[in-house]
């Protein structure tokens, strides 16, 4: 069974044209138990693809990235949802490229992180191209958690990869969402504050 992988897109700046293209774009969703399937974002009356087109694997793998996509909750400012294995970058992307369009100074922020964890992520997009980002795996993470929880570490065995204790285990995975969550949203804010000062000296 796939490992499911949860992530969030935000359009942190985006004009009213834009909003408009992305509320087409989300008409064409069709809700099924609650959830939408990410690839019917690209069917619609006059498009080269048919709903069945959008299930196949081949075809959500080559246009979304995962090999299969869900999105559970949109809004005018976003979406969010779950897929396999990877995040669907290739078709946050081709979302991108749809709104910029309309809106050359979109802000889209994307935060992601598999279910184990074993990898996360976030980044930031200035229009089509990535402004800042960065994706870690799960020694990544335990460097992290160690640097802000030293006591931890103490209670790891680097050789043997166990604790020392059920009780030091449990305490990681109490913190370590908020680790995870913490470096996603710096990252991004930061990036957003850097937008938007640029944004400001170049007026």
């Known amino acids: 069974m796939a490992n499911h992988v949860t ?3 935000r359009f942190e700046q985006m004009n009213s044209a834009a909003k408009t293209k992305w509320k087409e774009l989300t008409s064409r969703l069709v809700e099924q138990e609650h959830e939408y399937w990410f690839g019917d974002l690209w069917v619609h009356e006059d498009g080269a693809v048919s709903s069945d087109d959008v299930r196949q694997y081949d075809w959500t793998c080559e246009n979304v990235g995962p090999k299969w996509c869900y999105i559970q909750d949109f809004d005018e400012d976003g979406f ?6 990877s995040a669907p970058e290739t078709g946050l992307q081709w979302i991108i490229d749809q709104l910029i369009v309309h809106d050359p100074n979109l802000v889209t922020s994307f935060y992601y992180d598999d279910e184990m964890p074993n990898f996360y992520g976030a980044y930031v997009w200035q229009g089509n191209e990535c402004y800042d980002g960065f994706e870690d795996d799960h020694d990544d993470l335990m460097n ?4 802000e929880y030293p006591d931890l570490k103490e209670k790891w065995n680097a050789d043997t990869e166990e604790w020392t204790d059920d ?15 913490d470096t ?7 990036s957003i504050e850097m937008i938007k000062e640029e944004e400001e000296n170049n007026e």
Do not use: P
């Open 144 to 147: 992290r958690v160690f640097e």
């Open 80 to 85: 969010s949802g779950y897929s396999a294995w």
């Open 184 to 190: 996603q949203a710096n990252i991004v804010n930061e």
């Open 7 to 9: 992530y969030s897109v």
């Open 167 to 181: 009780e030091a285990e449990d305490e990681f995975r109490e913190v370590m969402y908020d680790v995870i969550h």
